[in-house]
């Protein structure tokens, strides 16, 4: 049970922060009416917006944040940064608290992990052009699959580090 828990929640989670951080990066920008336009005309970007922090590994967004910072460029490309590390960890202590194992809490987030970057390379045999909304280049479907779902088991290992840190399991 701490399983589905952990993985029903950590999905949850990680669907509703993707979706809350690209509204406020697209609000910032000034882009909100062009996103909804593009899901109005392209209904598959909606799986770009709830999985598409998966295709990020953690040391790119670790360098590309401070990469950011240090150049003084803070504005909200750097907010959706951000929301690139902070969605994935809101989602694996998310599972950490809910699980009530230690393998429930990091099973549940790692198949999260999974899950979204299974959708993203599907996505890239279904609609190939739809990836390029989220610069994500598809060359070989096969190739892109492979690539999403390595950067999907390192999200999922790295940040499940931190449900495991977080699970309700005393040991005394």
Not at 9 to 32: C, P, R
């Given at each position: 049970?701490?399983?589905?828990?952990?993985?029903?929640?950590?999905?949850?989670?990680?669907?509703?922060?993707?979706?809350?951080?690209?509204?406020?990066?697209?609000?910032?920008?000034?882009?909100?009416?062009?996103?909804?336009?593009?899901?109005?005309?392209?209904?598959l970007i909606i799986?770009?917006?709830?999985?598409?922090?998966?295709?990020?590994?953690?040391?790119?967004?670790?360098l590309s944040m401070?990469?950011?910072?240090?150049?003084?460029?803070?504005?909200?490309?750097?907010?959706?940064?951000?929301?690139?590390?902070?969605?994935?960890?809101?989602?694996?202590?998310?599972?950490?608290?809910?699980?009530?194992?230690?393998?429930?809490?990091?099973?549940?987030?790692?198949?999260?992990?999974?899950?979204?970057?299974?959708?993203?390379g599907i996505l890239?045999?279904?609609?190939?052009?739809?990836?390029?909304?989220?610069?994500?280049?598809?060359?070989?479907?096969?190739?892109?699959?492979?690539?999403?779902?390595?950067?999907?088991?390192?999200?999922?290992?790295?940040?499940?580090?931190?449900?495991?840190?977080?699970?309700?399991?005393?040991?005394?």
């Open positions: 049970m701490g399983f589905g828990k952990a993985f029903g929640f950590s999905l949850l989670a990680y669907i509703g922060l993707n979706f809350l951080f690209i509204v406020i990066v697209e609000t910032l920008s000034g882009d909100l009416n062009l996103l909804f336009s593009d899901i109005s005309s392209n209904p799986l770009l917006i709830f999985f598409g922090t998966t295709a990020n590994m953690p040391g790119n967004v670790f401070y990469a950011q910072i240090a150049t003084g460029a803070i504005d909200y490309n750097l907010i959706e940064t951000i929301g690139f590390f902070v969605t994935p960890l809101v989602a694996a202590l998310v599972a950490g608290r809910v699980g009530e194992n230690k393998g429930g809490s990091f099973g549940g987030f790692f198949l999260t992990s999974i899950l979204g970057s299974l959708v993203l890239a045999y279904v609609s190939p052009a739809t990836l390029i909304y989220f610069s994500i280049p598809v060359i070989d479907p096969t190739a892109t699959l492979i690539i999403l779902l390595i950067a999907g088991a390192v999200n999922g290992v790295f940040y499940g580090a931190f449900s495991l840190m977080f699970t309700k399991t005393e040991y005394y």
